[in-house]
């Protein structure tokens, strides 16, 4: 998540930068591998037991209202929220799988599946801007949420794995949890912020240009598949008016 | 053997090292508690456990000294040997409960820390903080958890135990108890039946004991035909919180640190206490005993204070009777460093700050001496034969009692630190005695139904008759027992005299018919402590009665039991010939009144009224000797009973040990 | 006698007490609130408005009523029979004073029983589950006998003293009252069950669920005597099987809510440390 959030938060620096950490991504072998195995089953496992958790206990805020109480309940609540999120993250850039049938059909029709990776500012740009302020204002909250959760996350575990014991040593990893917990947040309210703001015609140049570049330099394989122009209007015969209408609309919206 | 049974009942300290033992022993054990043993009353003892240890030793103290101090504290009134085979156990005692993990407190190297007790000259007292009856007591619950665990133990919490089961040959064979929750009454065979039921405090309405301290287990004992000794014997702590609901202790500590007792001199003094200057405060104890000051013996500090209130009117509080503490004059930080942990015990239960307040203080019934008479039998050098069958037993066979309900160790006055040992010795030394008891005997198992029918079909008939009394004109028990504790209060506590207690007796004998009237609020049969606190109540009275009774006959002081008109006088002459001459006559009262006081006073129960008989003590270690702490002319008196005792021992010399078989 | 006059007058008292009860005539019967009206004293506290509701039997209406049922023991805080749930707090009844109770919240007391243990009767709950526990965990020292051995091991005073406060716990079920993760469990006894069978069934009933922190503390305890250490093994099993150390969600009630102010998060988390140890033991060393 720290990764994600950075390489995100680099939009803030450039598209170029952004684009170029993306491909930096994309060159890893096995790539859908690696997603699956260190990302989303670990996100799954994580998200049935910590629900299963949650389940298990029932906050009685009202009548103990400590501060270690509110932690608690927070934390169950901001699990809650990154479960929504993050799936709905992964949709809604992803579409979850990555099979045209599914694409086509299900996904890109209803406004998810927005990710480019070759375009990536300027399709991300698009998305974030696809329902007026809907999706930065979804998207600030569920980055909290999962920055709470992490940074609390981190020291609940610490207690659970006997890393700090005492009181005093539980009060001195806090205060370090809530600090990484604020970077963590302005980092990710930067992403967040950035993909907003982005203007994605002019992203898209640079984009299209840095993939000329490496394609003619054989720095990577030509795919049409992971770029806006082959995905939505070459490579597919019934182009989808969605993409299309959105972007005059994302463009203007931006400014 | 397998099918034998022993039955415990009541799990403190006592209880519970009985239980513990007997497990040890392979003898499975059900134990019958009013509360989760965990809970019981052992848990309050706060200052110790005295035993002689390493340090000591080489100090020149040894276990004859730890039996001495314990004799002489208790007044002679003790039959020896147990007192000197549970001195001569107290450092096993202590090395047992060190390996159970008690969390004692420790040496810079790590050995078991000791501090001083009142009437002893050594560093006996092993403690855990300011709570070692709770330690003691957790680790011996944990060992009957391990053995509850291993299914050789079976706890019966929430049960009150409502009488043993007699066979007709007058064997114990078992007892009858109440689930408290479910009120099904019960019979439980068993070849044996430990009473481990602790103190009657409750008998004075309040007082520093738990609200189970009822003493209806010791009473019922009583009523089923066992001998009740030395009930007269109440030891009163002098500094204790007055409460609604109980007395709560304040350590002596406090005026160790340089507390200071007071009263306003003029009575009803409506200012508060830092308003009232110094000329109109009278510091009682300092005035009177100018050599002592507010450290006078316990005793003494509890019937001044006693008496400032009831006899002078002096009490600061309207509604009640208590004298001042005053620790104000003592800066904070000291207090914190020195008395922390019993300040905030006053400041949690009084909320007022005791460093800026004067707390109020009374005395408060706190411990019985006295209890079930059980036998003993000597070895030959004057401790106990182990493994004896008649050790701790009662007069009824097979039925045995030990801890503060039996009377055996205290006489007429307990030492400090002295009861947790009392209690935990009792418990382990009985187990064996009660495994040749069993072995000796037909199995309880074997006999006839109808001998544990008819003892629970009594039962159930005096509960169904309680509950029948519902609403009407009865009496309230709740009510009735303020009544009873008030008049046991003013008639059997710090000062006696003949007139309050005859008319106390008359009393409570009434009370005791009025008590057979109690109506219910509660006539249901599910967790009802209604008809639980009027049965407890009811077999108050016959041990309120062993208790005025026997206070009333002992016209004499001794120990806690103090009478003015029979009391020692001090000397009064000044001229040195006639100062001796008085010392010899007091000398020879004092054996005088050994001959006719220095006994055992034993009731027996005759159906409504106690019946009172005396037993000589036996005394083959030591002979009796005057206690002569503050009294005017102490030096006179104790010369001329040096010379006297010197000569007699001459003669005797030979003969001391044998004593009487007892 | 003459009333405590300029000191009375300052502090408002109040000439009756209002208190409010949640009454249960028995298991699995619905609860219902019941009004009482005590005579206000100086000093009272929660125990004796209790005591004196007992000896009335009568409601605030004037109806005669069973009198309310409820635990305690020592009144002074170290047996840990009386606790309840207190103006929305669990606490101990005898140390709960109706003078700071009344500052708090003048027009009444209200006191219901633990939410978290079976109700058996008005204020009165089922507490076995908690010494349940104490079993889970082997919360004793494997002495071989009662004989006299000799002393036990030395013993640091660093050791005693961090050991003493953990000893304290009176197993007055405050921590698991508060505790989120700490859920009831309530069994109706079956048509036909004897005694053996229902408490055999209620025991295995605990033994999936949250050992509690009180239990934890104790196996801490426990594991870091000399001897007491021989079971640690055990001990980490139950620690780390179902319902173990982390089934705990770091609230923190616990430690905020024991009356004896044992350390049971440091408890916890001394306990987790030895979990972390312990597993990794079991997958690497046999």
């Excluded at chain 2, 009473?195 to 009657?200: L, N, R």
């Excluded at chain 2, 830092?274 to 507010?294: A, M, V």
């Amino acid at each position: 998540m720290c990764v994600h959030l950075v390489t995100n938060s680099s939009l803030a620096s450039g598209v170029d930068v952004f684009q170029n950490a993306v491909f930096a991504i994309h060159s890893l072998p096995f790539l859908p591998v690696i997603e699956w195995l260190f990302i989303f089953l670990p996100i799954i496992f994580h998200a049935v037991v910590g629900i299963w958790i949650a389940r298990s206990g029932h906050s009685n805020l009202n009548r103990y209202r400590l501060a270690g109480n509110r932690r608690y309940t927070w934390q169950r609540i901001t699990g809650y929220i990154a479960f929504v999120f993050i799936f709905t993250h992964v949709f809604h850039l992803h579409g979850w799988f990555h099979a045209d049938w599914w694409l086509k059909t299900v996904a890109e029709p209803i406004g998810m599946a927005q990710f480019d990776p070759y375009n990536a500012a300027s399709s991300l740009a698009n998305a974030m801007n696809s329902l007026g302020i809907l999706w930065p204002i979804f998207y600030a909250l569920g980055v909290l949420a999962c920055v709470f959760h992490l940074a609390n996350g981190i020291w609940t575990a610490g207690i659970t794995w006997g890393l700090w014991l005492t009181p005093n040593a539980q009060a001195r990893a806090s205060y370090v949890c809530l600090g990484f917990g604020i970077l963590l947040g302005l980092v990710g309210l930067t992403a967040t912020g950035a993909a907003t703001r982005t203007d994605p015609a002019a992203a898209k140049a640079t984009e299209d240009q840095m993939y000329k570049v490496r394609v003619e330099g054989l720095m990577i394989k030509p795919n049409e598949h992971k770029r806006t122009d082959g995905r939505r209007h070459g490579h597919s015969s019934e182009a989808s008016p969605g993409p299309t209408l959105i972007i005059p609309q994302a463009v203007t919206g931006s400014r | 053997m397998a099918k034998n049974r022993v039955l415990v009942v009541g799990g403190g300290l006592a209880g519970l090292s009985a239980t513990m033992k007997l497990a040890e022993l392979g003898i499975p054990v059900d134990l019958v508690s009013l509360t989760p043993v965990k809970r019981s009353h052992s848990v309050c003892a706060q200052g110790g456990i005295n035993s002689v240890n390493d340090l000591t030793r080489q100090q020149g103290d040894d276990e004859w000294k730890h039996f001495d101090d314990t004799i002489y504290g208790g007044d002679f009134l003790q039959n020896q040997p147990p007192v000197k085979e549970m001195a001569y156990w107290a450092p096993k005692v202590i090395d047992l409960m060190d390996r159970l993990g008690v969390t004692f407190n420790r040496t810079p190297e790590g050995f078991i820390d000791r501090r001083r007790f009142g009437g002893t000259l050594y560093k006996r007292t092993a403690f855990a903080g300011a709570t070692t009856g709770q330690q003691l007591l957790y680790a011996l619950d944990e060992q009957v958890r391990r053995h509850e665990a291993a299914g050789l133990v079976k706890k019966y919490e929430f049960w009150d135990f409502l009488g043993p089961v007699l066979d007709d040959t007058g064997r114990c064979v078992g007892a009858v108890a109440q689930d408290m929750v479910s009120m099904e009454i019960r019979s439980f065979p068993a070849d044996a039946v430990v009473v481990a039921t602790g103190g009657c405090g409750l008998v004075y309405g309040r007082s520093t004991m738990s609200v189970f301290c009822t003493g209806s287990a010791a009473s019922r004992c009583f009523q089923a035909g066992a001998k009740y000794a030395n009930g007269e014997f109440i030891q009163v702590h002098p500094t204790a919180i007055p409460g609604a609901d109980k007395l709560r202790l304040m350590s002596e500590s406090a005026r160790g640190e340089g507390g200071r007792v007071w009263v306003p001199r003029k009575p009803n003094d409506p200012r508060a206490p830092k308003d009232i200057p110094e000329s109109e405060r009278y510091y009682f104890l300092e005035e009177r005993f100018p050599k002592y000051g507010n450290l006078v013996p316990r005793d003494i500090a509890t019937r001044e204070i006693f008496n400032i209130c009831v006899n002078e009117g002096l009490s600061v509080d309207p509604t009640r009777m208590c004298v001042y503490l005053d620790l104000t004059h003592i800066p904070r930080a000291e207090l914190d460093r020195k008395l922390g942990g019993i300040l905030e015990i006053y400041e949690k239960f009084q909320g007022v700050d005791p460093r800026d307040e004067p707390m109020k203080i009374f005395p408060a019934v706190h411990y019985s001496m006295g209890g079930l008479w059980v036998d003993y039998e000597a070895n030959g050098e004057g401790g106990l034969l182990p493994g004896s069958p008649r050790n701790q037993s009662t007069n009824i066979p097979g039925l045995y009692a030990i801890g503060e309900c039996d009377y055996q160790y205290h006489g007429a006055n307990r030492l400090g630190a002295n009861s947790l040992l009392s209690c935990i010795f009792s418990g382990l030394f009985v187990g064996p005695g009660i495994v040749n008891w069993i072995q000796a005997n037909k199995a309880s198992a074997d006999l006839p139904k109808s001998v544990f029918e008819r003892a629970v079909s009594a039962q159930e008939a005096r509960h169904k008759q309680l509950l029948s009394n519902r609403g009407g004109e009865g009496e309230n028990p709740y009510l009735l027992h303020q009544e009873l504790g008030d008049i046991m209060t003013r008639a059997a506590t710090v000062v006696r005299y003949n007139n309050q207690l005859t008319d106390a007796l008359a009393k409570v004998a009434d009370m005791a018919e009025r008590g057979k009237r109690c109506s219910l609020a509660d006539s249901g049969n599910w967790t009802n402590q209604n008809v639980i606190f009027t049965k407890a109540l009811q077999d108050m009275f016959p041990i309120a009665q062993c208790i005025l009774e026997g206070a009333l006959k002992r016209d004499e002081s001794r120990g806690a039991h103090y009478k003015p008109d029979f009391s020692m006088p001090s000397l009064t002459s000044t001229d040195p010939a006639e100062r001796r001459r008085e010392a010899e006559q007091w000398c020879d009262a004092f054996d005088e009144n050994t001959n006719k006081y220095l006994k055992t006073s034993v009731c027996s129960w005759q159906g409504d009224a106690p019946e009172l008989e005396y037993e000589d003590v036996d005394t083959r270690l030591l002979a009796p000797r005057p206690r002569l702490y503050g009294l005017v002319g102490a030096e006179v008196i104790e010369q001329v009973w040096k010379e006297r005792s010197e000569t007699r021992s001459g003669q005797n010399s030979e003969k001391k040990l044998v004593g009487s078989a007892h | 006698m003459i009333a405590a006059g300029p000191e009375a007058t300052s502090k408002r008292r109040p000439s009756k007490i209002n208190v409010r009860v949640l009454r249960q005539d028995g298991p699995g019967l619905p609860p219902y609130w019941e009004r009482h009206q005590v005579e206000y004293e100086p000093d009272m506290n929660v125990i004796s408005v209790l005591q004196k509701i007992a000896a009335q039997a009568r409601t605030s209406e004037g109806n005669a009523v069973a009198p309310v049922a409820w635990d305690c023991g020592c009144l002074e805080e170290v047996c840990g029979s009386c606790t309840m749930v207190i103006n929305g707090r669990v606490r101990q009844s005898c140390s709960a004073l109706v003078d700071r109770l009344l500052e708090d919240h003048p027009e009444e007391i209200e006191l219901r029983p633990m939410t978290k243990f079976p109700v058996i009767r008005d204020l009165m709950v089922d507490r076995s589950r908690l010494f349940h526990s104490l079993k889970r965990v082997k919360a004793w020292v494997p002495v071989d006998g009662y004989f006299d051995m000799g002393a036990g091991p030395r013993i640091s005073r660093d050791e005693q003293e961090q050991n003493y406060p953990l000893s304290q716990c009176m197993s007055c079920g405050c921590c698991l009252e508060a505790c989120p993760q700490f859920n009831k469990v309530e069994l109706q006894r079956n048509p036909g069950e004897s005694d053996e069978e229902f408490a055999a069934r209620k025991e295995a009933a605990y033994s999936v669920e949250f050992v509690g922190p009180h239990a934890i503390s104790q196996a801490v305890l426990f594991n870091s005597h000399p001897v007491g250490k021989n079971l640690e093994r055990e001990r980490m099993e139950a620690l780390t099987s179902s319902g173990g150390v982390q089934a705990c969600g770091n609230a923190q009630n616990c430690v905020a809510v024991c009356p004896k102010e044992i350390p049971l998060t440091t408890s916890i988390a001394r306990a987790g440390r030895a979990a972390t140890v312990y597993a990794f033991k079991k997958l690497f060393d046999r």
